[in-house]
């Protein structure tokens, strides 16, 4: 006897039904992506046996896993993933050939370059760039004392609030202790 043609005979259960209606998208996703085998996945979405034999028939199922590859592969998801994957299993050997104690510098260079450039560490941390609007703010304390404050402004494209970013601060000391020291300067409040 065909196992196909015990399957078409199967009729669920009512509650059986109910479930095959209510499919989760993560389900048909995770059968799409096609990572692990569809049958591991229906299990851990709690579908055993006969459950999964006539779920995996099932048309409106059958139906929504293709459509979710098509999806998949037209947006290079299938490949993408699939790809890293590969990289992932090939990585270990390329750090052990790379360790190994025959393997010239050469090598063991390419391996390292390769490999902190997987792991983005193989460029420099990029400074913070400027944008907006440069602002100074001196502040006079007098007897030519003062206080320079500046910096970029940059709208935050949500409200468009300005904020203060990489400010500079400085101070002329050459007399503010004298300043602060004079007998005036106690009745500044700070």
Same mark, same amino acid.
């Given at each position: 006897?065909?196992?196909?043609?015990?399957?078409?005979?199967?009729?669920?259960?009512?509650?059986? =039904?109910?479930?095959?209606?209510?499919?989760?998208?993560?389900?048909?996703?995770?059968?799409?992506?096609?990572? @692990?085998?569809? $049958?591991?996945?229906?299990?851990?979405?709690?579908?055993?046996?006969?459950?999964?034999?006539?779920?995996?028939?099932?048309?409106?199922?059958?139906?929504?896993?293709?459509?979710?590859?098509?999806?998949?592969?037209?947006?290079?998801?299938?490949?993408?993933?699939?790809?890293?994957?590969? $990289?992932?299993?090939?990585?270990?050997?390329?750090?052990?050939?790379?360790?190994?104690?025959?393997?010239?510098?050469?090598?063991?260079?390419?391996?390292?370059?390769?490999?902190?450039?997987?792991?983005?560490?193989?460029?420099?941390?990029?400074?913070?760039?400027? =944008?907006?609007?440069?602002?100074?703010?001196?502040?006079?304390?007098?007897?030519?004392?003062?206080?320079?404050?500046?910096?970029?402004?940059?709208?935050?494209?949500?409200?468009?609030?300005?904020?203060?970013?990489?400010? @500079?601060?400085?101070?002329?000391?050459?007399?503010?202790?004298?300043?602060?020291?004079?007998?005036?300067?106690?009745?500044?409040?700070?």
């Amino acid at each position: 006897m065909n196992p196909e043609d015990s399957l078409s005979k199967f009729v669920p259960a009512k509650s059986d =039904t109910l479930k095959m209606l209510d499919v989760q998208p993560k389900m048909i996703l995770e059968c799409a992506m096609g990572i @692990e085998d569809p $049958a591991v996945v229906a299990e851990r979405y709690g579908y055993y046996g006969p459950q999964w034999e006539a779920l995996k028939v099932f048309e409106p199922f059958t139906k929504a896993v293709e459509e979710k590859k098509v999806e998949l592969y037209a947006t290079g998801y299938t490949f993408k993933t699939r790809a890293n994957i590969l $990289a992932h299993d090939l990585l270990e050997d390329i750090y052990l050939d790379a360790k190994a104690p025959d393997t010239n510098a050469h090598t063991r260079l390419e391996a390292l370059k390769f490999l902190s450039k997987a792991g983005g560490i193989d460029q420099p941390v990029k400074e913070l760039e400027t =944008t907006g609007n440069a602002f100074s703010i001196t502040i006079n304390l007098g007897q030519g004392n003062s206080v320079k404050i500046g910096g970029n402004t940059q709208t935050n494209g949500q409200n468009d609030q300005k904020t203060v970013e990489n400010s @500079e601060y400085c101070v002329d000391l050459d007399d503010l202790g004298q300043y602060l020291a004079a007998p005036e300067a106690s009745t500044f409040s700070r």
